[in-house]
């Protein structure tokens, strides 16, 4: 079992940036697999980026490439969400999520853990 925290939500404007980290307790994070989805509201959840658990893959949705960066900190036990050039509609409540040794899946059917959620706003 393994609990996630979501921090680094907030309110920025367009272009700005945000941080956004997921931090794992209870099991070692480097075993895990690691998504970030977002949901807006009215919308369904959707895939932003994820990282396998070797950090040796990564996968970007096209709406977010080349503007967000994961990385893996696991010293810290942390998977981060560099977020830059930030748009009105991202917009949204980003969650993360984990499976055990996994790839860097884009479903959320493909992860068994989940966080609760930081919101990011981004005004136009």
């Known amino acids: 079992q393994v609990q996630l925290v979501e921090s680094g939500g907030g309110l920025v404007h367009t272009g700005g940036s945000l941080r956004l980290s997921c931090a794992a307790s209870?099991?070692?994070?480097?075993?895990?697999?690691v998504g970030w989805f977002r949901q807006a509201p009215g919308k369904e959840r959707e895939f932003v980026v994820a990282i396998n658990w070797r950090a040796t893959s990564t996968y970007y949705a096209d709406s977010v490439k080349g503007r967000f960066t994961i990385s893996r900190d696991n010293a810290k036990n942390t998977v981060n969400l560099q977020m830059n050039s930030l748009k009105p509609e991202d917009t949204a409540v980003y969650y993360c999520?984990?499976?055990?040794?996994?790839?860097?899946?884009?479903?959320?059917?493909?992860?068994?853990?989940w966080g609760q959620g930081t919101q990011v706003t981004v005004s136009s």
């Open positions: 999520a984990a499976t055990y040794h996994g790839g860097a899946a884009t479903t959320y059917t493909s992860y068994d853990y």
């Open positions: 209870g099991r070692t994070f480097s075993s895990y697999a």
